[in-house]
């Protein structure tokens, strides 16, 4: 038997992550990051869409569930965009316990797996944890169809300290720096940047910059490097790289506005082929460069295709994880230090590419 037609698999995770939000709010729960940033981008292109559809709309016959198609309307296909997973805060261990226990009664959220963790060392401000997996089982039919099963991922984080909000002092990237409470959305005053230092006028005016950016799919990293410490270099820049991996394989790919080389779209073609797949630099594609520095110039490198340079900086990732293994039982900043042609991720002309000044970029680009 098929998979019933009677249902749209997104609108079901939809209505799932909504009541979901019901849950969170009863305890004072927080939610954070991905869910919070697709939920702005969602809603900004579903008022687009109803706008486009709203004299389609009134013919009885509209397939309501066209919403969920994005070849439909497809200038707004992003109202269609649902995060991987939630990310939820609690005030405390109580009532972390108490909001995974009332899953465990839901009707539809019985089916629930926990799994804790303790937090990698470049996030000291975390106590521990708690991974969840709901399993909601969609048309089963006893003896005939055993039905399609829909995974719903939940992260909770519990804080070192009782009441600490997210993102903890450590937001990774700008996008993912607004929370969502029972009174609303709105920018965290801990993303441990210097925008917790703005006054409530200041961070409005700057909330509104950020959203902009965000319905172009286009944000900052901004991981706070001072909870790196011993193994700051290598670590700080490989979490970069994990990070600008997540968001280039996304459905929707999303551009990092501060990487650590110079990155435009050209207005015309150039008669210079991209080193990486060696196809000719055309009109409206984005490019890039890097840059060699000695104790008196800068060197640009030829220009490189931005997705080959991005494709061929991930396919590096591993080998940072290499790096780390052979040298873990010394200083590993020291031995970079001492050893520049080992540090982590260099370009096709073998030119470095360090993400450790990046964050710099983030004030001069919201300074008005």
């Not at 098929?2 to 939610?31: P, R």
């Not at 409470?181 to 910059?209: M, P, V």
Request: hydrophobic fraction near 35%; charged fraction near 25%.
């Amino acid at each position: 038997m098929n998979k019933s037609d009677n249902y749209v698999k997104e609108k079901v995770k939809n209505a799932a992550y909504n009541n979901l939000k019901k849950l969170v709010f009863n305890e004072g729960g927080v939610i954070y990051g991905g869910y919070v940033r697709d939920e702005y981008i969602s809603e900004y292109y579903k008022k687009k869409y109803n706008e486009n559809t709203k004299n389609l709309k009134k013919d009885p016959n509209f397939d309501k569930d066209q919403f969920w198609n994005t070849s439909f309307d497809p200038e707004t296909a992003y109202r269609t965009l649902l995060p991987q997973n939630i990310d939820i805060s609690f005030e405390n261990i109580e009532v972390t316990h108490r909001f995974i226990n009332k899953l465990l009664i839901h009707e539809y959220f019985n089916k629930c797996m926990t799994v804790t963790f303790l937090p990698p060392p470049y996030m000291p401000q975390i106590k521990i944890i708690k991974k969840l997996k709901i399993s909601l089982i969609i048309d089963n039919i006893p003896f005939i169809y055993k039905g399609e099963i829909i995974d719903i991922f939940i992260n909770i984080t519990l804080p070192v300290k009782d009441g600490l909000t997210p993102p903890f002092y450590n937001v990774d990237m700008l996008c993912n720096a607004f929370i969502m409470t029972k009174e609303g959305k709105k920018l965290s005053n801990n993303t441990g940047t210097f925008i917790d230092k703005y006054s409530e006028y200041e961070r409005n005016i700057i909330s509104t910059k950020i959203i902009k950016d965000m319905l172009e799919f286009k944000t900052y990293l901004c991981l706070n490097p001072s909870f790196y410490a011993k193994k700051y270099c290598i670590s700080y820049n490989n979490q970069c790289m994990n990070l600008i991996k997540k968001m280039h394989k996304k459905n929707f790919p999303w551009t990092i506005l501060n990487m650590p080389f110079d990155t435009h779209i050209i207005n015309v073609s150039k008669d210079i082929n991209c080193c990486i797949c060696y196809n000719i630099l055309e009109k409206n594609e984005r490019i890039c460069n890097t840059v060699y520095s000695d104790k008196n110039n800068k060197y640009k490198s030829p220009p490189i295709h931005y997705d080959c340079m991005m494709n061929y900086l991930i396919s590096q990732i591993n080998d940072v994880s290499k790096l780390y293994n052979l040298y873990q039982h010394i200083d590993v900043d020291r031995f970079i230090l001492n050893n520049k042609e080992s540090l982590v991720f260099k370009c096709p002309y073998r030119n470095l590419v360090d993400f450790t000044k990046c964050r710099d970029k983030i004030k001069i680009a919201y300074k008005d």
